[in-house]
């Protein structure tokens, strides 16, 4: 990667609890609410480095917005896995797997896999009104919102099978029902796509549609009448997956290009397969948003060539700074033809971009920006406020310093498709600080500027929890 990413992928010990930033410039009055991050902190156990940024362990990041006013907390899951990362081991994360003999023995114990990993560091949500830490694996992690102190698992109350789950929930803006899916192994591996309603801790299967694989499918999008998901290539192969010797999911992972790649698309009222077009091999991580235009889905996500992406966020090549060994994500068009069950692609944009967002009314529904990193140059990373509808796109750079995953936000009673801010956190590696940055939404101008009282590690994903 580019110098300076090498920065943001070193331990960090500090956690402090509501401490006032200096910032520069103005935060607007009206932004009320509280941005949560989620995200690797702690990359070393034992003595010896973790293999993966997505191993390290969950570190949560608050920052709470009130009368213009801005105050930061930071703070580790205490898990299971923190616990054994404190005794100096881990075991059964996405790359990393010290616990050898032990693990074996697990194994043959319990005549079955070892359980998995509750080091929840990818993404955040609010269910049935408790805040929870999520990753691929089953496991959630709960916590308070004002301290986040760690309160324990948190349970569904449903026995929906899964080996593999969704860390990307999708909400529905004017519904409030929470959209996801998991993956079960076996000899007839399944998707088994979900809705939570509000107010529910109990997942109600929408459809199970057979797994061709599986594939490693990372997110999700949704209309206002069906739920996609994208199976690529990238297979988990069955006995792989669930042999005591694989060092973690990375290590099953298997590159398949002579399979297609399949966009699944669900009525999620009735459970109906309504579309599974095929398109050449390709990966993907992260959607940006779909919505339903006559017979038509329209599908925008990041796409990559391959799966050499995955390889890329080892934490020895994030080190080396080679911004040569990581490719860069396109945004792409997927208009998918119910009728025909065909599928056309555009790209959108000829820049690299990364960890898209749309605003929060607008999931599901047409929208027209997309917020994501900009990916492209040497010594930096930016943001791009990309045009879905023109592939015109606005980006804002500054040397040395990279821009991790943009929120963007409405103001109330917003005018535009555009009115509202973007928040995004940024490692400046020369400084050696995180900095939070305010964005106008329209302009991308700068209106606030906090730095932050230490270099937190490059972290994934976050939800802005608006004030009622």
Same mark, same amino acid.
């Given at each position: 990667?580019?110098?300076?990413?090498?920065?943001?992928?070193?331990?960090?010990?500090?956690? !402090?609890?509501?401490?006032?930033?200096?910032?520069?410039?103005?935060?607007?009055?009206?932004?009320?609410?509280?941005?949560?991050?989620?995200?690797?902190? &702690?990359?070393?156990?034992?003595?010896?480095?973790? #293999?993966?940024?997505?191993?390290?362990?969950?570190?949560? &990041? &608050?920052?709470?917005?009130?009368?213009?006013?801005? #105050?930061?907390?930071?703070? $580790?899951?205490?898990?299971?896995?923190?616990?054994?990362?404190?005794?100096?081991?881990?075991?059964?994360?996405?790359?990393?797997?010290?616990?050898?003999?032990?693990?074996?023995?697990?194994?043959?114990?319990?005549?079955?896999?070892?359980?998995?990993?509750?080091?929840?560091?990818?993404?955040?949500?609010?269910?049935?009104?408790?805040?929870?830490?999520?990753?691929?694996?089953?496991?959630?992690?709960?916590?308070?919102?004002?301290?986040?102190? #760690?309160?324990?698992?948190?349970?569904?109350?449903?026995?929906?099978?899964?080996?593999?789950?969704?860390?990307?929930?999708?909400?529905?803006?004017?519904?409030?029902?929470? $959209?996801?899916?998991?993956?079960? $192994?076996?000899?007839?591996?399944?998707?088994?796509?979900?809705?939570?309603?509000?107010?529910?801790?109990?997942?109600?299967?929408?459809? *199970?549609?057979?797994?061709?694989?599986? =594939?490693?499918?990372?997110?999700?999008?949704?209309?206002?009448?069906?739920?996609?998901?994208?199976?690529?290539?990238?297979?988990?192969?069955?006995?792989?997956?669930?042999?005591?010797?694989?060092?973690?999911?990375?290590? #099953?992972?298997?590159?398949?290009?002579? &399979? /297609?790649?399949?966009?699944? !698309?669900?009525?999620?009222?009735?459970?109906?397969?309504?579309?599974?077009?095929?398109?050449?091999?390709?990966?993907?991580?992260?959607?940006?948003?779909?919505?339903?235009?006559?017979?038509?889905?329209?599908?925008?996500?990041?796409?990559?060539?391959?799966?050499?992406?995955?390889?890329?966020?080892?934490?020895?090549?994030?080190?080396?700074?080679?911004? /040569?060994?990581?490719?860069?994500?396109?945004?792409?068009?997927?208009?998918?033809?119910?009728?025909?069950?065909?599928?056309?692609?555009?790209?959108?944009?000829? =820049? @690299?971009?990364?960890?898209?967002?749309?605003? *929060? *009314?607008?999931?599901?529904?047409?929208?027209?920006?997309?917020?994501?990193? /900009?990916?492209?140059? %040497?010594?930096?990373?930016?943001? !791009?406020?990309?045009?879905?509808?023109? @592939?015109?796109?606005?980006?804002?750079?500054?040397?040395?310093?990279? !821009?991790?995953?943009?929120?963007?936000?409405?103001?109330?009673?917003?005018?535009?498709?555009?009115?509202?801010?973007?928040?995004?956190?940024?490692?400046?590696?020369?400084?050696?600080?995180?900095?939070?940055?305010?964005?106008?939404?329209?302009?991308? %101008?700068?209106?606030?500027? /906090?730095?932050?009282?230490?270099?937190?590690?490059?972290?994934?994903?976050?939800?802005?929890?608006?004030?009622?």
């Amino acid at each position: 990667m580019p110098g300076g990413y090498a920065v943001g992928v070193q331990s960090l010990q500090q956690e !402090v609890t509501n401490v006032s930033p200096p910032v520069a410039g103005t935060i607007p009055a009206w932004l009320s609410g509280t941005l949560i991050r989620n995200g690797p902190g &702690r990359f070393d156990v034992g003595g010896q480095q973790l #293999t993966h940024w997505f191993d390290g362990l969950a570190m949560l &990041r &608050r920052y709470a917005f009130a009368d213009g006013q801005l #105050t930061y907390s930071n703070r $580790f899951l205490r898990t299971n896995a923190y616990a054994d990362a404190m005794a100096g081991e881990t075991a059964g994360e996405f790359g990393t797997d010290q616990r050898g003999l032990r693990k074996l023995l697990s194994w043959l114990a319990s005549l079955g896999p070892p359980a998995v990993t509750d080091n929840a560091n990818v993404h955040v949500a609010e269910i049935d009104g408790t805040h929870v830490a999520l990753t691929e694996a089953p496991r959630r992690i709960a916590f308070d919102v004002e301290t986040l102190e #760690t309160q324990g698992p948190f349970r569904f109350e449903d026995a929906l099978p899964e080996q593999l789950t969704a860390a990307h929930l999708v909400t529905d803006p004017e519904t409030g029902e929470w $959209f996801g899916f998991t993956t079960e $192994f076996g000899p007839d591996p399944q998707y088994h796509l979900y809705r939570v309603p509000p107010d529910s801790r109990s997942r109600e299967r929408i459809a *199970s549609l057979a797994a061709d694989g599986p =594939g490693y499918v990372h997110d999700c999008s949704i209309t206002a009448e069906h739920v996609i998901i994208v199976e690529t290539p990238l297979v988990i192969p069955i006995l792989r997956a669930i042999s005591p010797f694989s060092e973690g999911l990375l290590d #099953t992972l298997d590159w398949q290009p002579q &399979r /297609a790649t399949r966009i699944l !698309v669900v009525d999620r009222h009735t459970g109906d397969l309504v579309a599974d077009p095929t398109l050449p091999p390709l990966f993907t991580f992260h959607h940006i948003n779909a919505f339903l235009e006559d017979e038509t889905v329209v599908l925008d996500l990041i796409e990559f060539p391959d799966a050499e992406i995955v390889e890329a966020m080892r934490l020895e090549t994030l080190i080396e700074e080679s911004s /040569a060994a990581v490719p860069d994500g396109r945004p792409v068009r997927y208009r998918i033809d119910l009728a025909s069950n065909q599928v056309e692609r555009t790209q959108l944009h000829s =820049g @690299g971009m990364e960890l898209p967002r749309v605003f *929060s *009314s607008q999931v599901g529904r047409r929208h027209r920006y997309a917020y994501g990193q /900009a990916t492209d140059r %040497e010594g930096a990373n930016g943001l !791009v406020k990309l045009d879905c509808e023109t @592939g015109e796109a606005q980006e804002w750079w500054s040397q040395g310093v990279f !821009v991790e995953e943009p929120i963007p936000i409405q103001r109330p009673g917003a005018s535009a498709p555009d009115d509202g801010v973007v928040l995004a956190t940024a490692l400046d590696s020369e400084r050696e600080r995180t900095r939070l940055l305010v964005f106008d939404a329209a302009t991308l %101008e700068v209106l606030a500027d /906090a730095t932050l009282p230490h270099v937190e590690p490059l972290g994934f994903h976050g939800r802005f929890f608006a004030e009622d």
